[in-house]
């Protein structure tokens, strides 16, 4: 996986030199080994000094905040990034990037540290952190290490309890640890405090109790163990359902090998598949919020697999916000390849859906833009999607665009609702312009003279601009004009280099249109049939004669073995044209042939 690379200034002194070379390769190779190794170099220079030169500082900082804005699941480097602030700037700034940690990447780990670090330095945000860190991983299996650092930290005792209520309802690794520490504690609260007022109701039936001050002491501690111990009696099922798949998931981080990722993915699949139809059948919250995590974590390892994000948004779509949907949206394009761009451009429409600002849409679009800038495809896709976006939205007004594009005579230009493309301008290569053109054709009433003035232009010599051939094809055809679908034919086979597949298409629409008006063909054509359409076979073949290549007669005596020269090739001597437009037809004579002996013969083949 390769990141572009940002211009970072490394002081121009001698004792750098080992930073310099390492930034130096990383320009010429941004693999994932030589950021690395710019890394280590940096780690080494600091263990070495205590002074530190500013512009050392903005290097590292650039370097690392450049970095894991790209890859955030790297957790080793965060930390290394966190220390060398540390030793550089002060505690402020390394807890600046604990923070930044969380937000790219709120995993157990960074969370671990940060609260660490916040309850080390007196921090007031302690219980709005763990609070954070819980929404993102309460019904992680492997949570403990979290769970632990709150209990750590919290003295409250009405806060500890609601914090044991959550967690012996959790299956994750460490259920049984616990549920033996709520059962210490649990006898010293109120039982009200311990038991929701409908499950109380419940043994206070079986009491016969009409309300919990005539429960005795006794009866209290009876009715605290016998719902604890149910608690952990579900827990403790789930655990064991879900043992089979933790038990296999054994590589959970970020790796660039492909080969660990895809032996896991299965079980992660199945994993999270069983969850999902155990939620279909009783759709609760805790299951919910279990099931979003495991989708979270599996995404860690495949985050560049475009089908799970699919399936993630697709979970969670019904019951989150715009924020978080637009979220999971934005941190998914950071990973998918540009080969999948499916979700890029779904998310055009949940702008839509959610009435976002043409100002934001407009924004990512032109995002988008940039994204492709190298990749054609993705490119053209974008290109695709604006257009289809402005004509949903009566915005599509281009004929200034494509006038200043093709050089004709400027107009004075309308009011920005007239010439909306004007904001994307800068991004639109000649490709992006034969898409436009393409699409702006059909609000044409009569788009002859649009042909007549601009067929020639060097912008529909492009492979892009096939569009723009087919329509005035199809166009002409529709019309029945076959004049002006021969010269059409003609000009595209003689005078542009498209494609054989493409000529072949070509060939075979207007075979097609001239066989349905066999009439009107023999008389566009004075009573003799059109030749390019008897030769249609011979155009579609791969013969360098045919095939519409300007062949010479050297070609020609190449035909059945390249390269060597043969000058007996087989001939028809007797050849005849018929007019198919004549009601007699004089029946030929036998064909003749030359060269037949001589092409028999072995082929002389040129000494090595």
Same mark, same amino acid.
């Given at each position: 996986?390769?990141?572009?690379?940002?211009?970072?200034?490394?002081?121009?002194?001698?004792?750098?030199?080992?930073?310099?070379?390492?930034?130096?390769?990383?320009?010429?190779?941004?693999?994932?080994?030589?950021?690395?190794?710019?890394?280590?170099?940096?780690?080494?220079?600091?263990?070495?000094?205590?002074?530190?030169?500013?512009?050392?500082?903005?290097?590292?900082?650039?370097?690392?905040?450049?970095?894991?804005?790209?890859?955030?699941?790297?957790? #080793?480097?965060?930390?290394?990034?966190?220390?060398?602030?540390?030793?550089?700037?002060?505690?402020? %700034?390394?807890?600046?990037?604990?923070?930044? %940690?969380?937000?790219?990447?709120?995993?157990?780990?960074?969370?671990?540290?940060?609260?660490?670090?916040?309850?080390?330095?007196?921090? =007031?945000?302690?219980?709005?952190?763990?609070?954070?860190?819980?929404?993102?991983?309460?019904?992680?299996?492997?949570?403990?290490?979290?769970?632990?650092?709150?209990?750590?930290?919290?003295?409250?005792?009405?806060?500890?309890?609601?914090?044991?209520?959550?967690?012996? !309802?959790?299956?994750?690794?460490?259920?049984?640890?616990?549920?033996?520490?709520?059962?210490?504690?649990?006898?010293?609260?109120?039982?009200?405090?311990?038991?929701?007022?409908?499950?109380?109701?419940?043994?206070?039936?079986?009491?016969?109790?009409?309300?919990?001050?005539?429960?005795?002491?006794?009866?209290?501690?009876?009715?605290?163990?016998?719902?604890?111990?149910?608690?952990?009696? !579900?827990?403790?099922?789930?655990?064991?359902?879900?043992?089979?798949?933790?038990? =296999?998931?054994?590589?959970?981080?970020?790796?660039?090998?492909?080969?660990?990722?895809?032996?896991?993915?299965?079980?992660?699949?199945?994993?999270?598949?069983?969850?999902?139809?155990?939620?279909?059948?009783?759709?609760?919250?805790?299951?919910?919020?279990?099931?979003?995590?495991?989708?979270?974590?599996?995404?860690?390892?495949?985050?560049?697999?475009?089908?799970?994000?699919?399936?993630?948004?697709?979970?969670?779509?019904?019951?989150?916000?715009?924020?978080?949907?637009?979220?999971?949206?934005?941190? #998914?394009?950071?990973?998918?390849?540009?080969?999948?761009?499916?979700?890029?451009? *779904?998310?055009?429409?949940? &702008?839509?859906?959610?009435?976002?600002?043409?100002?934001?849409?407009?924004?990512?679009?032109?995002?988008?833009?940039?994204?492709?800038?190298?990749? !054609?495809s993705g490119y053209l896709q974008t290109i695709n999607e604006l257009i289809a976006y402005l004509q949903s939205t009566?915005?599509?007004?281009?004929?200034?665009?494509?006038?200043?594009?093709?050089?004709?005579?400027?107009?004075?230009?309308?009011?920005?609702?007239?010439?909306?493309?004007?904001?994307?301008?800068?991004?639109?290569?000649?490709?992006?312009?034969? &898409?436009?053109?393409?699409?702006?054709?059909?609000?044409?009433?009569?788009?002859?003279?649009?042909?007549?003035?601009?067929?020639?232009?060097?912008?529909?010599?492009?492979?892009?601009?096939?569009?723009?051939?087919?329509?005035?094809?199809?166009?002409?055809?529709?019309?029945?004009?076959?004049?002006?679908?021969?010269?059409?034919?003609?000009?595209?086979?003689?005078?542009? %280099?498209?494609?054989?597949?493409?000529?072949?298409?070509?060939?075979?629409?207007?075979?097609?249109?001239?066989?349905?008006?066999? &009439?009107?063909?023999?008389?566009?054509?004075?009573? !003799?049939?059109?030749?390019?359409?008897?030769?249609?076979?011979?155009?579609?073949?791969?013969? *360098?004669?045919?095939?519409?290549?300007?062949? %010479?007669?050297?070609?020609?005596?190449?035909?059945?073995?390249?390269?060597?020269?043969?000058?007996?090739?087989?001939?028809?001597?007797? &050849?005849?044209?018929?007019?198919?437009?004549?009601?007699?037809?004089?029946?030929?004579?036998?064909?003749?042939?030359?060269?037949?002996?001589?092409?028999?013969?072995?082929?002389?083949?040129? =000494?090595?």
């Amino acid at each position: 996986m390769n990141t572009p690379i940002p211009k970072i200034s490394i002081p121009d002194d001698l004792q750098y030199a080992n930073i310099t070379k390492a930034y130096t390769t990383l320009q010429q190779s941004p693999t994932l080994t030589n950021w690395e190794s710019l890394f280590s170099e940096y780690t080494t220079y600091t263990n070495s000094t205590s002074s530190y030169d500013p512009q050392l500082k903005t290097a590292v900082f650039d370097s690392y905040n450049h970095f894991v804005q790209t890859y955030p699941y790297y957790v #080793s480097h965060w930390k290394n990034w966190t220390a060398l602030e540390y030793k550089m700037n002060g505690i402020e %700034s390394s807890l600046k990037v604990m923070r930044l %940690s969380v937000e790219l990447y709120p995993c157990v780990d960074l969370y671990v540290d940060y609260l660490a670090a916040l309850i080390q330095n007196g921090s =007031e945000d302690v219980k709005q952190v763990y609070m954070q860190a819980l929404e993102n991983n309460e019904f992680d299996f492997n949570g403990e290490l979290l769970w632990d650092k709150i209990f750590e930290y919290e003295k409250d005792p009405e806060t500890i309890l609601k914090l044991y209520l959550r967690v012996i !309802k959790v299956p994750c690794y460490a259920y049984a640890k616990y549920y033996n520490q709520f059962i210490k504690i649990s006898k010293s609260y109120d039982i009200r405090l311990v038991i929701s007022k409908d499950e109380l109701s419940g043994y206070l039936s079986r009491f016969d109790k009409s309300n919990v001050d005539e429960l005795s002491l006794v009866e209290k501690h009876q009715i605290v163990d016998d719902w604890s111990y149910n608690c952990f009696i !579900k827990t403790q099922e789930k655990v064991n359902a879900i043992w089979k798949y933790e038990s =296999e998931l054994l590589n959970q981080k970020y790796t660039s090998d492909i080969a660990v990722v895809k032996k896991e993915q299965k079980v992660w699949m199945e994993y999270i598949t069983s969850e999902i139809e155990v939620y279909n059948k009783d759709s609760n919250e805790d299951e919910f919020k279990l099931i979003a995590n495991l989708f979270q974590r599996c995404l860690i390892p495949n985050c560049h697999d475009e089908s799970i994000w699919v399936k993630y948004l697709k979970f969670i779509n019904n019951k989150s916000n715009f924020d978080k949907l637009s979220q999971v949206h934005q941190l #998914s394009n950071k990973f998918i390849p540009l080969t999948q761009n499916n979700l890029r451009f *779904a998310y055009i429409y949940l &702008l839509i859906k959610y009435s976002q600002t043409q100002d934001i849409i407009f924004q990512y679009f032109i995002d988008l833009l940039k994204l492709f800038n190298s990749y !054609k495809s993705g490119y053209l896709q974008t290109i695709n999607e604006l257009i289809a976006y402005l004509q949903s939205t009566n915005r599509f007004n281009v004929d200034q665009l494509i006038n200043e594009y093709l050089g004709s005579k400027k107009k004075q230009r309308q009011a920005d609702n007239n010439f909306i493309l004007s904001i994307f301008q800068p991004y639109f290569t000649d490709d992006a312009m034969c &898409l436009i053109i393409t699409a702006y054709l059909p609000t044409l009433s009569d788009p002859r003279p649009f042909f007549a003035s601009n067929y020639k232009h060097k912008l529909f010599t492009r492979s892009s601009a096939i569009g723009f051939w087919k329509f005035f094809f199809e166009y002409e055809s529709l019309k029945h004009n076959l004049t002006n679908v021969n010269f059409i034919l003609n000009y595209i086979r003689t005078s542009l %280099s498209f494609p054989k597949i493409v000529l072949d298409q070509f060939t075979d629409m207007a075979y097609e249109l001239s066989t349905a008006n066999i &009439l009107s063909e023999l008389h566009t054509n004075h009573g !003799k049939s059109n030749t390019e359409i008897i030769k249609r076979d011979l155009r579609k073949s791969n013969s *360098a004669y045919y095939g519409g290549v300007k062949g %010479s007669e050297q070609l020609v005596r190449q035909i059945g073995h390249p390269t060597i020269m043969m000058d007996a090739t087989p001939q028809i001597t007797n &050849l005849t044209t018929v007019d198919l437009s004549s009601d007699a037809v004089e029946v030929s004579a036998f064909p003749t042939f030359r060269n037949v002996e001589k092409a028999a013969l072995p082929v002389n083949y040129p =000494e090595a």
